[in-house]
């Protein structure tokens, strides 16, 4: 934590916080199962071969999502109420929403710093129980899970109850931050269009919910490029603390992607899961290390799974009925490596809805599986994650 005085700045704290959970995960090495065999070259295919078959019906997937069911998780969904989408500054993951279901001041403390944020406010207070400096962090770790506009900024108090917003904060050497809110409100502005813009591209209000992470998920892929430094994967990945770069990740870049169009793994893992949340749907990060590694029909998916040991990242969605193991990366390097044949190639999906035993084709987990989740409980026992028994 930067201290001046009695002034505490969060968002360094919150990045550490960060990083100690992440390190815990990536930190294991796994041992692969055999050795690889020879990679296929682009000629033998684009087509990549789906690891299963999806028995859905087609008419299932026309029906609209019953809003009436998820009134508790869903405040504000402008595709029901206004056929269109409308960015929400206070988006908040509904398996956030169930898990702080007891506790309604993290929830009113995180949104306060995403409107306070979102309206380029240079400060806030906060009254009464809001001043609980623990309720205070909590609510900021979500704020920070939830918002991309969050991790552009720094936030500092001398007294836990008038906070201080600085925006895209360059830090001297005496610790103090001096920032810019009208670059702030340029950049929010454009990042904000490009979020609406590629939502009511692709999605309709007639969409369900799985029907939204499918088509934001293909949209994604399709516009965003991962930014591949291998070479230095594996130095970055057995540190001590392996995660510390990757979690700083948290910053300018989601807002500035829609200028670069480029990620990083985790950046990019986080973007998909930020428009999950601004479509209402339930989901949750994973990560997972593995006793072996199936080879697959990627060369790049393969090279990143024999530098980092079986070791990734990826999604679960839920339709509110059913789970799914839904790989952003793996489909995106995948679509990578086929547009070296076919610039206009789209993408397969084959990654999207695996069941657990589907997703046992790529990588065979052990049960150490980690959760990004506000319960602390979940985050290190695999026995509290919700198991996915079909394919989509």
């Known amino acids: 934590m930067r201290t001046s005085g009695n002034n505490a700045s969060f968002t360094r704290v919150l990045k550490k916080s960060l990083s100690i959970l992440l390190s815990l995960v990536f930190s294991f090495s796994f041992l692969m199962a055999g050795g690889c065999t020879e990679k296929a070259v682009i000629e033998d295919y684009p087509e990549m071969s789906s690891p299963s078959t999806s028995d859905t019906d087609d008419e299932t997937r026309e029906e609209a999502p019953d809003s009436s069911e998820n009134a508790p998780l869903v405040e504000f969904d402008s595709l029901f109420s206004e056929g269109r989408f409308i960015y929400n500054p206070e988006a908040i993951n509904p398996t956030y929403k169930k898990e702080l279901e007891n506790k309604p001041l993290t929830v009113s403390i995180a949104k306060t710093i995403m409107n306070a944020v979102y ?14 400096i623990h309720e205070f962090e ?25 906070f201080t917003i600085v925006y895209f904060p360059e830090y001297s050497d005496d610790g103090s931050a001096e920032g810019n809110v009208e670059e702030a409100k340029a950049k929010f502005e454009e990042y904000e269009d490009f979020v609406e813009g ?60 829609v200028n670069t169009k480029k990620l990083t793994m985790w950046e990019f893992v986080q973007l998909y ?70 610039e206009d190639y789209e993408s397969d999906m084959i990654y999207f809805g695996m069941s657990d035993k589907t997703r046992k084709e790529s990588i065979i987990f052990t049960n150490r599986r980690y959760a990004m989740t506000m319960n602390q409980a979940q985050q290190t026992q695999s026995a509290n994650l919700p198991t996915c028994q079909e394919d989509y």
């Open 119 to 132: 309206n380029l406010d240079t400060e806030f207070v906060l009254t009464g129980d809001e001043k609980d």
């Open 138 to 162: 909590k609510g900021f770790k979500l704020a920070c899970w939830s918002s991309p506009l969050v991790n552009c900024v720094d936030i500092t108090t001398d007294d836990y109850e008038t």
């Open 198 to 257: 590629l939502i009511n591209d692709n999605i309709t209000d007639t969409d369900n919910y799985m029907q939204r992470a499918e088509k934001i998920y293909k949209a994604l892929i399709e516009e965003i490029d991962i930014e591949h430094d291998l070479e230095n994967l594996d130095i970055a990945v057995f540190q001590t603390n392996p995660m510390e770069e990757t979690v700083a990740g948290l910053n300018y870049a989601f807002v500035d992607v």
């Open 273 to 342: 899961s930020f428009f999950l949340t601004e479509l209402n749907v339930e989901h949750i990060t994973i990560f997972g290390g593995g006793t072996a590694y199936n080879e697959q029909e990627c060369e790049i998916i393969n090279d990143y799974m024999i530098k980092l040991k079986g070791t990734w990242v990826w999604t679960l969605v839920t339709d509110g009925d059913n789970v799914y193991n839904c790989d952003i990366l793996m489909d995106e390097m995948a679509l990578e490596e086929q547009r070296k044949g076919k």
